[in-house]
């Protein structure tokens, strides 16, 4: 496999989540091609972040929910 063939937006997504990658090193080369194949015809990173996140199974997925988002926020304040 040919790493310099891949776009860089697709390298750039896999490597930034451990467990695709993970997924992605795993892969036959004909495999690794056909999603390589894949990514060139998407244009937004939310759609690379999409089909990246689609090598990793449901049961390795974090499991993050928050009730309200400002909640991350509460604390002690300063001053």
Not at 15 to 36: G, L, P, W, Y
Not at 59 to 65: A, R, V
């Amino acid at each position: 496999m040919d790493y310099n063939q891949m776009p860089l937006n697709l390298g750039v997504a896999i490597t930034s989540n451990r467990a695709a990658m993970d997924q992605f090193v795993d892969m036959t080369d004909d495999e690794k091609n056909e999603f390589i194949e894949r990514s060139r015809s998407l244009m937004s990173k939310g759609e690379i972040d999409k089909l990246v996140n689609s090598l990793v199974p449901e049961d390795e997925k974090p499991d993050i929910h928050l009730e309200d988002v400002k909640d991350i926020f509460k604390g002690p304040s300063i001053g």
